[in-house]
Structure formats: structure tokens, C-alpha cells
């Protein structure tokens, strides 16, 4: 049976065969989970889409059509159930500290760099909407590179004034990511669906 062709597992598994059903897993699995893993980066949601797609073929076993490709079915199932799952997961806050983590940690890993680059955007939006001065001393210190003796130098101000501009920035910009960081997601989450 583990010779047996995909079309020929589908048609057992059709009939209630449940060992046509673990050969047909045991041959997808991995590969499902990989794939699920390389989009979102979770090792838990990866396991939980696999789960759930293989429930839902044994579930609606006797709709299983032998002549349509499993494989394609599988793939595009996991990345649906990923989709929903993400569109479910932006509005809790652990989700979103997680992809907030990742992006100041600067992590440019294939699973958050199409995040990076939509938190990016916003990031860029929040700065655009702080007031000149603060703006200027966010830029000068988080793009620049400058130390606060540096910008306090540089703009006549003092030390303080520089570390209290910062933490109003720093905190202004952190909290404008969080509300936002929803479409971040979604709009890879979209992006993902389409190009996979």
C-alpha cells in the first residue's frame, strides 16, 4: 500500500479505508507542516493546520474526488486554514507582540520579511506623524545612528530634553505599530494566499 498512488489512497480512503488514510498522512505530513512552518514561523499553528486539513479529509472522506490531485487540494487547504487563522489571531495581543518582537529585533528571516517590510511602512507613518522637533531627534537617533550627547549637541538642546523627546517617540511610534500591525498581516496574509 505504501507504493500506492495518490489517486489510489484517495479511492480507499473514500471507502472508509483507514490505513489508506495513514499511509496517505504519513506521506504528506512533513512536507505540509514545512510549508505551513516557512509562512508563520509557529511551530504550534503549523502542527494544528496539518491536524485540522487531515481531520477535515477523513471527516468528508466520501466526497473525495480520486481524480483530483490531493496534493494541491492539501496545500491549498493548510494555506487557507493558515489565512483564516491569521485573520482571526491579529486581534490578540501575544500574536501581535510576537511579529512586533521580530521586527525591532530586526529579524530578516524569510517568515517575517514580508511582515517587516508592511511594519516598516507603518513605522515610517507613525515617525511622519510625530511633532517636527521629536521627529527630528527620533530620525537622528534611530536612523542616524547619533548618541544623545550628540543630537543634544547638534540641536542646542539638552541631554535631557533629548532622552525625554525619545521615550515620547519611542513610546508614540511603539503604540501607532500596535493598532496598525493588524494590517500588517493581513496585507501579508493576502499576499501569502495569492503567490503560494
Given at each position: 500500500?505504501?507504493?500506492?498512488?495518490?489517486?489510489?489512497?484517495?479511492?480507499?480512503?473514500?471507502?472508509?479505508?483507514?490505513?489508506?488514510?495513514?499511509?496517505?498522512?504519513?506521506?504528506?505530513?512533513?512536507?505540509?507542516?514545512?510549508y505551513?512552518?516557512?509562512?508563520?514561523?509557529?511551530?504550534?499553528?503549523?502542527l494544528?493546520?496539518?491536524?485540522?486539513?487531515?481531520?477535515?479529509?477523513?471527516?468528508r472522506?466520501?466526497?473525495?474526488?480520486p481524480?483530483?490531485?490531493?496534493k494541491?487540494?492539501?496545500?491549498?487547504?493548510?494555506?487557507?486554514?493558515?489565512?483564516?487563522?491569521?485573520?482571526k489571531?491579529?486581534?490578540?495581543?501575544?500574536?501581535?507582540?510576537?511579529?512586533?518582537?521580530?521586527?525591532?529585533?530586526?529579524?530578516?528571516s524569510?517568515?517575517?520579511?514580508?511582515?517587516?517590510?508592511?511594519?516598516?511602512?507603518?513605522?515610517?507613518?507613525?515617525?511622519?506623524?510625530?511633532?517636527?522637533?521629536?521627529?527630528?531627534?527620533?530620525?537622528?537617533?534611530?536612523?542616524?545612528?547619533?548618541?544623545?550627547?550628540?543630537?543634544?549637541?547638534?540641536?542646542?538642546?539638552?541631554?535631557?530634553?533629548?532622552?525625554?523627546?525619545?521615550?515620547?517617540?519611542?513610546?508614540?511610534?511603539?503604540?501607532?505599530?500596535?493598532?496598525?500591525?493588524?494590517?500588517?498581516?493581513?496585507?501579508?496574509?493576502?499576499?501569502?494566499?495569492?503567490?503560494?
Amino acid at each position: 500500500m505504501l507504493e500506492a498512488t495518490d489517486e489510489a489512497l484517495c479511492g480507499m480512503v473514500r471507502q472508509g479505508d483507514a490505513a489508506a488514510f495513514n499511509v496517505l498522512y504519513d506521506r504528506y505530513r512533513h512536507q505540509l507542516y514545512g510549508y505551513v512552518f516557512r509562512l508563520c514561523g509557529s511551530q504550534d499553528v503549523a502542527l494544528d493546520a496539518v491536524q485540522e486539513v487531515f481531520l477535515q479529509v477523513w471527516l468528508r472522506s466520501a466526497s473525495l474526488d480520486p481524480g483530483r490531485s490531493i496534493k494541491s487540494y492539501l496545500f491549498r487547504s493548510v494555506r487557507n486554514y493558515l489565512l483564516d487563522y491569521l485573520k482571526k489571531a491579529v486581534h490578540q495581543q501575544a500574536f501581535r507582540q510576537h511579529f512586533m518582537h521580530a521586527f525591532e529585533e530586526g529579524a530578516a528571516s524569510s517568515e517575517h520579511l514580508l511582515y517587516s517590510k508592511q511594519l516598516e511602512t507603518i513605522k515610517n507613518n507613525a515617525v511622519s506623524r510625530l511633532p517636527a522637533q521629536r521627529q527630528r531627534i527620533y530620525t537622528m537617533s534611530k536612523v542616524e545612528g547619533l548618541s544623545n550627547r550628540e543630537i543634544a549637541d547638534s540641536l542646542g538642546i539638552s541631554i535631557n530634553t533629548v532622552r525625554d523627546q525619545l521615550v515620547k517617540a519611542s513610546r508614540f511610534v511603539r503604540m501607532y505599530l500596535m493598532r496598525h500591525a493588524d494590517i500588517a498581516v493581513l496585507l501579508t496574509a493576502v499576499h501569502v494566499a495569492q503567490h503560494s
